[in-house]
């Protein structure tokens, strides 16, 4: 039974910090490469982030200098920290673990940027 259980998401004024957490279970964890994704309404799902099970990050360029992801391989936990908040930034924001050709999601934290 495989777990992405992410957490953090609320309303928040632009400018403003948010730190998003995800929780797997089910999985060999310190073997993926955990992701952050994030989809608005009527738009396709984009990365946001991802890290190796190594430690090494990438960032879309969109977010670069505003966001750090991290995670904790004895907690099987990745986080995603976001600062300098957009109103664009509004979206759902999803946990991904990949390795090979295992996909997996989870259900998803909304996060809403605005005054």
């Known amino acids: 039974q495989v777990q992405l259980v992410e957490s953090g998401g609320g309303l928040v004024q632009p400018g403003g910090s948010l730190r998003l957490s995800c929780a797997a279970s089910?999985?060999?964890?310190?073997?993926?490469?955990m992701g952050w994704y994030r989809q608005a309404p009527g738009n396709q799902r984009e990365l946001v982030a991802r890290?190796?099970?190594?430690?090494?990050?990438n960032y879309a360029d969109s977010v670069k200098g505003r966001v750090t992801i991290s995670r904790d391989n004895a907690k099987k936990t990745v986080s995603l920290k976001m600062n300098s908040l957009k109103p664009e930034d509004t979206a759902v924001y999803y946990c991904?673990?990949?390795?090979?050709?295992?996909?997996?999601w989870g259900q998803g934290t909304k996060v809403v940027v605005s005054s």
């Open positions: 089910g999985i060999a964890y310190a073997f993926f490469t």
């Open positions: 991904h673990a990949a390795l090979g050709d295992q996909l997996f």
């Open positions: 890290i190796t099970g190594s430690g090494i990050p």
